[in-house]
């Protein structure tokens, strides 16, 4: 099998979970058959406070990692599958764990995963920000635990890290790690190609100067993919209203695949009333000329009331928000562009 590496792709996935997954090439995901993916993705941690913190942590300085416990993992693909995910995306993982029970389940699942590199004692913080030993060995460790597993798509080198115009300069230390990671990944796991990028808030003020920053230079110090977590889509919205009309405008002509890393707003009525017409919108024709699907937040229900599934005594509980979303992804039929020919292609063997 040939693996197929452009300066602008992301890789991994798969034309059957049992096999290695081969690479995708393009601006967005393409299939080497030319197909485009689309992320129908799901968060997948416990006890993460996401949407709104830098390192996805809250105040929290312990994390359990989701892809290091088999019988949860037993519980809940299985439930990730029915709801038709292909890409989870996980907070905080153990690189001294062995992950691959979970992964091999996520895998023949047809799931792929997109994990952040941080964890909450060791994360870029916007307040204090460094980019030091630590933190590199801590983000080379996640890269040797999970890179061999091929339905790794990629990493987020930093979530959120810059959400205001008075904190930009930290930004300047995730581009660095994404720098140093993306060489750490060529020199040790280059057998195929394996994307870094960042995973940003949706900050009318500085979302410009964000997107351009981390998608200029030399493509080694650039990142590989955009995450956007957005939330500006609640209830029974509309393209106008939740101003996603201006995101398809904003990214247009942006050169490196974008997807929603984190979406679904809860607002309007507490724990069961999600309705997720902002699914039906992320798969519509207008949205995917330009993104590349997304992944809605979140599976586990916790105190901020954006779950998916209740966990009692161990079992799984599907709450309503679970048979809205299923239904709604069950109708969604994305239509993307073929893949094109990009001169800067490199094959390997």
Sequence with gaps: MKLIHAQTAIVALAAAVSAELPSIVGSKFFFPNGTQFFMRGVAYQQEIAAGGGQSTFGTAT????????????????????????????????????????CMQLLQEAGIYVVADLGEPSLSINRDEPQWNVALFDRYRRVVDSLSPHSNV???????????????????????????????????????????????TNDDEDIRKELSNYFNCAQTEEAADFWGYNIYSWCG????????????IEFFQNYSIPVFFAEYGCNEGGGAETRIFTDTEALY???????????????????????????????EAVRMKNFDALKKKMAKIDPQGSGATTDARLRVYA
């Design 62 to 101: 312990t994390y359990h990692d989701p892809l290091a416990d088999k019988k949860s993992c037993e519980r809940d693909i299985p439930l990730l599958k029915e709801l038709g995910t292909n890409t989870i995306r996980t907070y905080a993982i153990d690189p001294d764990a062995d992950h691959s029970f």
């Design 284 to 314: 519509s024709k207008e949205m995917t000329a330009v993104f590349s699907g997304g992944i809605v937040y979140m599976y586990f229900q916790e105190t901020n009331d954006f779950g998916l599934v209740r966990i009692r005594d161990g």
């Design 236 to 247: 029974d919205s509309s393209m106008q209203i939740s101003g996603y009309d201006k995101q």
């Design 153 to 199: 798509i990629g990493y987020f080198a930093g979530n959120e890290v810059t959400n205001a115009k008075n904190n930009t300069a930290a930004s300047a230390y995730v581009k660095a790690a994404i720098r140093d990671t993306k060489q750490y990944i060529k020199e040790k796991h280059n057998s195929r190609w394996i994307g870094v990028g960042y995973a």
